[in-house]
C-alpha cells in the first residue's frame, strides 16, 4: 500500500517545528508502525534527507520506549498496543497518517518525535521504593501475601511508563503512572512502612515537574497500553488523603 | 597475557564463604573515599550501582536509554531460577549447580557456577523485599513452574513479565540512592572508550546522545554491566539497541574476550515475514509443554496446515527424542527445525518455519485452559502475524537470542585489565557453552547484589583511592581517539545506509555462524567480514552533525564495531573443533547427528586477545577442570 505521512520535524528544542510531508511506498500490511518509518527513513537518508528521529528499543511493547501520537491517539488507535506493536494492517492503501510527539510541558520536546521523559524519573526518585539495603532480608516466603492483593499489585506494576497517559490528558496529569506505582505498593505488605511518606512525595515531585491534574476524563485509561485501570487513581486518592491526616 | 582464574581452595561448598572472609574490607567511613563508574543499568547494572552506593561508595551510572528503567532486562519473560526447594520436590543448591554444569556442556568453570546457585536463594528475598509482586498460591506463598532442563520446579515468574518486575525491583533500589544523591544518574549516556592509567581501568568517554558532547568521567574502578552482543546476527529477540561497544572496546584496550562463539540460538520465535524485518519476538519456551512441533512429511505438500491428514506429518522431535520430545534442550530444539527446513519441509511464504499446534491440546483441556495458560502470549501472536492461533497452528523459527560468550572474568568477575570488572551477560561466566532458561535473570542480579559489592572492595582496598582528574592525559589522548572517529564516521558521505551493512553482516554470521558451523563456512565468513568492513568504512552514509541527537550516528559506530567483533566469534568458531551445547561443528558429530565433544582436546575457556584490526586475535586457554560434577555425554533421547 501507498501512504501520505505527515510527520512533526523538530531539529531541536530550540527550534519551533513544523509538520512535513512524506510519502511513503509498497508497504507490506505484515510491517510493524516502525519497520513502516525505518523504509521510509531509508529512503530519505537516500535523498539526503535527515532521517525522522522517533525512540524505540524493544519492539515488543514492554520497555516504553516508544511513543508517537498517530492520528491524533497517542501509540495510534488500536486497542492495548503500543507503537511498536501496531501493524500496517490496520491501515488502508491511500491513508494520511498523522505523526505527532507525545506532547506535555513535562515532556519537551528533544528532537522530532523524540520527547525527554525524565520528569518520570523524578518522581520514582522521590518515593517509588521500599527502602530497604541489599542483603539480611528474611525468607521470601516469611510474610505470605493474598493471592488477590498479590494479582492486584501485579496489575499496578504492568505500567511500562511510556508516557501514552500523560499525552492523552488534556491536563497532561500523571495520575495514572504515579497511581500505578503507589497502588502497587499500597496492596504489598512491604510498602506498608513507608505508605505516608510514599505518596506525599511522588504527589509533590509529580506537582513540580509540571504535571496537571485530573478531571476523571479517563483518557489515560483508554490509551495506556498496558489496560491500567483509572482505580490506581482513586487508590493513590484515598492514599494521599489518608497521609494527610496523619503526621509524618 | 596471563590467565589466573584465582578459584579459592577448598571443597566447592565452602569457597564462596572462604574467599567472603579472606577477601580484604574497606571499613565504613572510608568507602565515601571511592567512587566507581557503572556502565548498564539492566539488572546487572542497577542492581550492582544501588548495592554498592548503600555500602556507601560514590557511583557514577550510565545507560544509552532515556531511563535505567528502559534496559533489554526488561523484556525477560519466562522466569527466574532459585534453589529455594520451596515445592519440596528435592531441589538444592547443588542440584543447580549441577544442572547448570551439565546445561552448559560441562564448558562452564564449577566455583563461579556454585556461588551462583548459592546466593541464588538471597535474590527472591531481596525482591520480594523490594516490593516485587511474584505470582503466588492461594496460601499466599510463592509459586514455581518448571523450565527447560531441570526436573523441579524451581522458577520463580511474575506472570509473563518477570525480567519487567525485577527489573522495576533493581530500578526502585538504585531511584532511591540517585534521590538520595549517593549515585549519579547519567542517562542518553554512551560510553564509547574505557580509559586505562598505569594499566589499570580508571575511567570512560563517553558521548552525551543529546548534545553530542564526548567527554571523560574518572574513577577508582570500572563496571561494565552492558548486555549481549546477540544483534551482531542483526535479527534477534534483543532490543534494537543491544550491542557490542563497551565490551568490544574494552577488549580492544587489553581485556580478553572468551567464548564468543557461545551464542544461544532459541527455537520457538515467531519467524522473518519480510526484507524489512527489523527484530524477532520470542515466543516462550513454555508454549513447548503443550504445543506439539511438526512439519509436513513430503516437502512438496503445499496444503494448509489443518488439510494436513495426520499420517502426513512428521511430528519430528516426538521422533528422534521420544523421551523430552517437544521439551528437548534448546540448542537440539534449534538444530532439529533447520534440519527439516534444510530439507525443504519448512513452511510458510519463506519455506523457513516449523508448527506449534494446540490442537491436541485443546481438544484435550479445553480452549479456555489453554488460553489461561498463553493466552498473553496467543494475542501477541495474533498482533503481529494475523493468524488465530487457536484455530491454525503457530509457525516459529529459531533466532538469535542469548550470548554466552562476553568479556573474560576471574572468580572475582574483574577482567584482564586490573579494576575493570564485568556483570551480567555481558561476561563469559556461568553459562558454559549454553544457557538453561530463566538463568540469565538469576546470573545478573547475583553479580549485581551479592558479589560485586565485596570483590570491588578487595580491589579498591589493594589499589586505594586515587582521586584522578578527568583532564589527565590518559583521558585526552583517548577522547581524541574517539573524536576522531566521529569525525570519520560523518565524513564519508557514501550510498549505504548503516542498516544495509548491518543487515548483510547479519546474513553472513547467521549462515556461517549460526545454528551450525563448519570449517569451509567460517573461512569464506572470515574472508567476507573484512571485505563488507571495508566497504563500510568507504561507503556509508551517515547524515547529521555530531553535535546533535543524532541516531544514525550512534548506529554507526556501534555496526562499525560488530563488523570488526564478527571476525573474533568466527575464529573462536574455527578454533573450537568439537561440538559443545549451542556450538556445533557439523565435521563433529555422532552417528545419528547429536553434538560431539572433545574434551581431551576443548575442556578449556577460549579468551582471545587483541592484535589489531583485521590481525588474528591470539588464543590464551584456561583450563577447565571438574571436581564435583563428572563428565558426562548429555543425552536426551
Ligand atoms: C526476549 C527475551 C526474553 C528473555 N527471557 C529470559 C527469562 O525468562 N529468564 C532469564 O533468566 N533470562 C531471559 N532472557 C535473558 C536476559 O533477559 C538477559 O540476559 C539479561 O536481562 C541481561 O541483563 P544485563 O543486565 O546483563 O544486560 P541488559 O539488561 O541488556 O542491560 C544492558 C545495559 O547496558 C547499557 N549499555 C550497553 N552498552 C552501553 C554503552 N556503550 N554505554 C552506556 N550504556 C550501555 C544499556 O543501556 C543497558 O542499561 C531473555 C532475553 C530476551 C531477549
Ligand atoms: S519499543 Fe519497547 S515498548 Fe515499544
Known amino acids: 500500500m501507498n501512504l501520505t505521512l505527515h510527520v512533526w520535524r523538530q531539529k531541536n528544542a530550540h527550534d519551533k517545528g513544523r509538520m512535513e510531508v512524506y510519502q511513503a511506498r509498497d508497504i507490506s500490511e505484515h510491517m510493524s508502525f516502525l519497520e513502516m518509518l525505518d523504509v521510509v527513513n531509508e529512503q530519505l537518508v537516500e535523498q539526503g534527507i535527515d532521517p525522522i528521529h522517533f525512540d524505540h528499543d524493544c519492539r515488543e511493547g514492554i520497555c516504553g520506549t516508544c511513543s508517537l501520537v498517530i492520528n491524533g491517539a497517542p501509540h495510534g488507535h488500536q486497542k492495548a498496543t503500543t507503537t511498536c506493536q501496531l501493524h500496517m494492517r490496520h491501515f488502508s492503501d491511500g491513508d494520511h497518517i498523522y505523526i505527532e510527539p507525545f506532547r506535555a510541558k513535562a515532556f519537551p520536546v528533544i528532537k522530532d518525535l523524540v520527547v525527554d521523559r525524565s520528569a518520570f524519573d523524578r518522581i520514582m526518585q522521590a518515593g517509588g521504593f521500599v527502602s530497604v539495603n541489599t542483603g539480611g532480608i528474611p525468607d521470601a516466603n516469611a510474610i505470605p501475601i493474598p493471592k488477590y492483593f498479590a494479582e492486584k499489585a501485579m496489575d499496578a506494576a504492568a505500567c511500562i511508563g511510556c508516557g501514552a497517559c500523560v499525552a492523552a490528558c488534556k491536563n497532561a496529569s500523571a495520575m495514572l503512572f504515579v497511581g500505578a506505582k503507589v497502588s502497587q505498593f499500597a496492596h504489598l505488605p512491604q510498602g506498608q512502612v513507608e505508605r505516608e511518606r510514599r505518596v506525599r512525595a511522588m504527589v509533590a515531585q509529580m506537582d513540580a515537574e509540571g504535571f496537571g491534574n485530573c478531571t476523571n476524563q479517563y483518557e489515560c485509561e483508554a490509551v495506556c497500553p498496558k489496560e491500567i485501570s483509572v482505580e490506581v487513581i482513586a487508590k493513590m486518592n484515598r492514599e494521599y488523603l489518608r497521609a494527610a491526616t496523619k503526621k509524618s | ?637
Open chain 2, 1 to 637: 597475557m596471563k590467565l589466573d582464574a584465582k578459584i579459592p581452595s577448598g571443597p566447592i561448598a565452602e569457597k564462596w564463604s572462604k574467599h567472603k572472609f579472606e577477601m580484604k574490607l574497606v571499613n565504613p567511613a572510608n568507602k565515601r573515599k571511592y567512587s566507581v563508574i557503572v556502565v548498564g543499568t539492566g539488572l546487572a547494572g542497577a542492581s550492582a550501582a544501588a548495592s554498592m552506593a548503600e555500602l556507601g561508595y560514590n557511583v557514577k551510572a550510565f545507560c544509552f536509554q532515556d531511563s535505567p528503567r528502559r534496559a533489554h532486562s526488561i523484556a525477560a519473560q519466562g522466569g527466574i531460577n532459585a534453589a529455594k526447594n520451596y515445592q519440596n520436590d528435592g531441589d538444592s543448591v547443588f542440584r543447580l549447580f549441577y544442572d547448570t554444569v551439565k546445561g552448559g556442556d560441562f564448558r562452564s568453570r564449577e566455583a563461579n557456577v556454585h556461588r551462583l546457585a548459592e546466593v541464588s536463594t538471597a535474590i527472591i528475598d531481596q525482591c520480594v523485599a523490594q516490593g516485587v509482586p511474584f505470582a503466588r498460591e492461594y496460601g499466599g506463598l510463592l509459586a514455581n513452574r518448571s523450565f527447560g532442563g531441570a526436573q523441579v520446579s524451581r522458577t520463580f515468574y511474575a506472570r509473563g513479565q518477570t525480567g519487567q518486575q525485577l527489573l522495576l525491583g533493581a530500578y526502585s533500589a538504585l531511584s532511591r540512592q540517585i534521590g538520595l544523591g549517593k549515585v549519579q544518574m547519567y542517562p542518553r549516556t554512551e560510553m564509547l572508550d574505557v580509559v586505562l592509567v598505569d594499566g589499570h581501568a580508571k575511567g570512560i568517554v563517553v558521548r552525551n546522545l543529546v548534545t553530542g558532547e564526548v567527554k571523560s568521567y574518572a574513577a577508582d574502578a570500572v563496571v561494565l554491566a552492558t548486555g549481549g552482543y546477540g544483534n551482531v546476527f542483526y535479527l534477534s529477540t534483543n532490543a534494537m539497541a543491544c550491542n557490542v561497544t563497551a565490551a568490544y572496546r574494552a577488549y580492544k584496550r587489553g581485556a580478553a574476550f572468551a567464548n564468543p562463539c557461545y551464542t544461544q540460538i532459541h527455537p520457538t520465535c515467531i519467524p522473518v515475514s519480510g526484507e524489512y524485518q527489523s527484530k524477532l519476538t520470542l515466543m516462550s519456551e513454555s508454549l513447548r509443554n503443550d504445543g506439539r512441533i511438526w512439519v509436513p512429511k513430503s516437502a512438496d505438500d503445499k496444503r494448509a496446515p489443518n488439510d494436513i491428514p495426520e499420517a502426513d506429518r512428521d511430528y519430528y522431535l516426538e521422533r528422534k527424542y521420544p523421551s523430552f520430545g517437544n521439551l528437548a534442550p534448546r540448542d537440539i530444539s534449534s538444530r532439529a527445525a533447520k534440519e527439516v527446513c534444510d530439507e525443504g519441509r519448512g513452511v510458510g511464504d519463506t519455506g523457513l518455519g516449523v508448527y506449534l499446534d494446540f490442537a491436541d491440546a485443546i481438544n484435550r483441556l479445553g480452549e479456555d485452559t489453554i488460553r489461561e495458560r498463553y493466552g498473553n502470549l496467543f494475542d501477541m501472536y495474533e498482533r503481529i502475524t494475523a493468524d488465530n492461533p487457536y484455530k491454525v497452528p503457530m509457525r516459529i523459527f529459531p533466532a538469535s537470542h542469548y550470548t554466552m560468550g562476553g568479556l573474560w572474568v576471574d572468580y572475582n568477575l574483574e577482567s584482564t585489565i586490573p579494576g575493570l570488572f564485568v556483570l551480567g551477560e555481558a561476561n563469559f561466566s556461568d553459562h558454559g557453552a549454553n544457557r538453561l532458561g530463566a538463568s540469565a535473570l538469576m546470573q545478573g542480579l547475583a553479580d549485581g547484589y551479592f558479589v560485586i559489592p565485596y570483590t570491588i572492595a578487595n580491589y579498591f582496598a589493594a589499589a586505594g583511592a586515587k582521586n584522578l582528574s578527568p583532564d589527565g592525559k590518559d583521558f585526552k589522548r583517548t577522547e581524541d581517539e574517539v573524536n576522531e572517529r566521529t569525525r570519520k564516521l560523518l565524513s564519508i558521505n557514501g550510498k549505504r545506509s548503516v542498516d544495509s551493512f548491518h543487515r548483510e553482516l547479519g546474513k553472513i554470521m547467521w549462515d556461517y555462524c549460526g545454528m551450525a558451523r563448519n570449517r569451509k563456512g567460517l573461512e569464506t565468513a572470515l574472508q567476507k567480514i573484512p571485505e563488507l568492513r571495508e566497504q563500510f568504512w568507504q561507503d556509508v552514509r551517515v547524515l547529521g552533525t555530531n553535535e546533535e541527537l543524532n541516531m544514525s550516528l550512534e548506529n554507526a559506530g556501534r555496526v562499525a564495531d560488530f563488523l570488526e567483533f564478527a571476525e573474533v566469534m568466527c575464529e573462536d568458531a574455527l578454533d573450537r573443533e568439537e561440538s559443545c551445547g549451542a556450538h556445533f561443528r557439523e565435521e563433529y558429530q555422532t552417528e545419528d547427528g547429536e553434538a560431539l565433544r572433545n574434551d581431551k582436546k576443548y575442556t578449556y575457556v577460549a579468551a582471545w586477545e587483541y592484535k589489531g584490526v583485521g590481525t588474528k586475535p591470539e588464543l590464551h586457554k584456561e583450563p577447565l577442570e571438574f571436581e564435583n560434577v563428572k563428565l558426562a555425554t548429555r543425552s536426551y533421547k
